[in-house]
């Protein structure tokens, strides 16, 4: 039994490091990589008196995840970055995320860039009710039932993007915003569908049809990705010219899902992706009540 376990966490670890995650199951165990290297610490230290090289293999698939995940934990050296300041936050609102709480966030961080993913036509209803549309008045919206509804609130103007990509899953918008001063970001809501029994090759596919980052646009992608920095899709994606945000500032174990009161978050699902010469002053993750997922804050500094 005990060489069953090591072997298993052993496997989790090449795995994981070789970016070899097929099918469902393996992909979702993915997200849970944080926790597998203190579960092979724990074996590790049970095993260390009576089978020793049993408990020699456990710690080097402890040290294999922890070298995986721990840097997530110490921030990043930044790009020199001297354009506009830039805030986003994304919240997937569940459809139901309470919109003051929302509201009271945008005006507390001063966001000039809201990604929101499951919004319904009522919850955008609530939100412009709660004073979201003097804050946010510039929108591209693509509110639906159901969780497939999605929109971007803006501070400054923006113009849909309608040819960036071809969104597969959720409803995706892109746009691009004009800043003061001449200069324009492009920002996408994201949202693919989890990678849940046969949707797990659609979710993959979807991450690999994101654009990637532009030497002549300065791209921001925010939202429910549902995918971890532990997945080799969402490394992938990062490796096309972009960084993620928590990432770049030591919060990237902070979890974001699931939110309920009967379940703390445990894994990290929602991002702010940034273009690679964007640097990244400061990262929070908020709560929001009623809905299932953390809301995520990023202060940008343009280049």
Same mark, same amino acid.
């Given at each position: ?7 298993? @966490? ?7 490091? $070789? ?28 095993? =260390? ?12 698939? *402890?040290?294999?995840?922890?070298? *995986? ?61 709660? $004073? ?13 039932? $159901? ?8 501070? +400054? ?52 049809? @994101? ?19 532990? +997945? ?8 096309? $010219? ?24 445990? =894994?990290? =699902?929602? +991002? =702010? ?19 299932? +997922? ?10």
């Amino acid at each position: 039994m005990s060489w069953t376990v090591v072997a298993l @966490l052993a496997l989790w670890a090449a795995i994981r490091v $070789g970016g070899l995650e097929q099918g469902s199951f393996v992909t979702q165990l993915m997200t849970a990589t944080p926790y597998g290297a203190a579960l092979a610490a724990l074996t590790a230290l049970l095993l =260390i008196r009576r089978n020793r090289p049993a408990a020699l293999v456990a710690a080097l698939a *402890c040290v294999t995840m922890a070298a *995986c995940v721990l840097p997530r934990v110490i921030g990043a050296d930044q790009p020199v970055a001297n354009g506009a300041p830039l805030r986003v936050l994304t919240i997937n609102l569940f459809g139901r995320g309470d919109a003051q709480t929302v509201v009271d966030l945008v005006r507390e961080y001063d966001v000039e860039v809201l990604s929101t993913l499951e919004l319904t036509p009522a919850e955008a209803e609530r939100l412009d009710a709660a $004073g979201l549309k003097e804050l946010l008045p510039y929108r591209v919206l693509q509110a639906e039932s $159901g969780a497939t509804g999605s929109g971007i609130y803006t501070k +400054h103007p923006v113009t849909e993007l309608t040819d960036l990509f071809t969104p597969i899953g959720h409803n995706m918008p892109a746009a691009s915003m004009a800043l003061p001063g001449g200069s324009a970001v492009e920002i996408v809501a994201v949202h693919p569908n989890p990678p849940l029994g046969r949707m797990e090759q659609e979710w993959n596919t979807a991450l690999g049809a @994101l654009p990637p980052a532009s030497p002549s646009a300065v791209r921001v992608l925010a939202g429910d990705f549902n995918a971890s920095l532990d +997945h080799s899709a969402f490394r992938d994606l990062l490796s096309r $010219g972009y960084v993620d945000a928590a990432d770049q500032a030591g919060r990237g174990l902070t979890p974001t899902w699931p939110n309920l009161r009967a379940i703390p978050p445990v =894994i990290a =699902i929602d +991002h =702010i992706v940034a273009d690679e010469r964007v640097a990244v002053r400061r990262v929070e993750v908020v709560d929001v009540p009623r809905t299932d +997922h953390r809301g995520v804050f990023a202060e940008l500094r343009l280049p």
